[in-house]
């Protein structure tokens, strides 16, 4: 989608500071932390939440989960909880669909 703030990440149109990635994935850290260790696991393709990810690619969507337990392992204790938000009544900002891994046992994610 071309006015997709996480596409634009995805595809290098937007810079940021990637920690990790993945055949269908990418991961960076959340501009407004909710733990000390917070990062963005997002699909490379755009879909608009984890439902339709579920749907239209289970692989993508376990490549990510991997992704972020990877990463979770890397800079953290090894405990972490996974958050994804499905409708803006469900909190969901950016329509791309996109899993929340947080932690307060943080290694550090610099």
């Not at 909710?34 to 289970?58: E, G, I, W």
């Amino acid at each position: 989608m071309a006015d997709c703030l996480f596409c634009k990440i995805a595809n290098g149109e937007i810079q940021v500071d990637l920690i990790g990635e993945s055949t269908h994935a990418v991961a960076f850290k959340d501009i407004h932390p909710k733990q000390p260790m917070h990062f963005l696991v997002v699909p490379k393709r755009h879909f608009s939440d984890v439902a339709h990810l579920a749907t239209d690619d289970p692989e993508a969507l376990t490549d990510l989960v991997q992704l972020g337990v990877e990463l979770s392992k890397k800079h953290s204790d090894g405990s972490f909880r996974l958050q994804f938000n499905t409708g803006a009544g469900a909190g969901q900002t950016v329509f791309h669909a996109h899993g929340h891994f947080m932690s307060r046992g943080v290694v550090g994610l610099d």
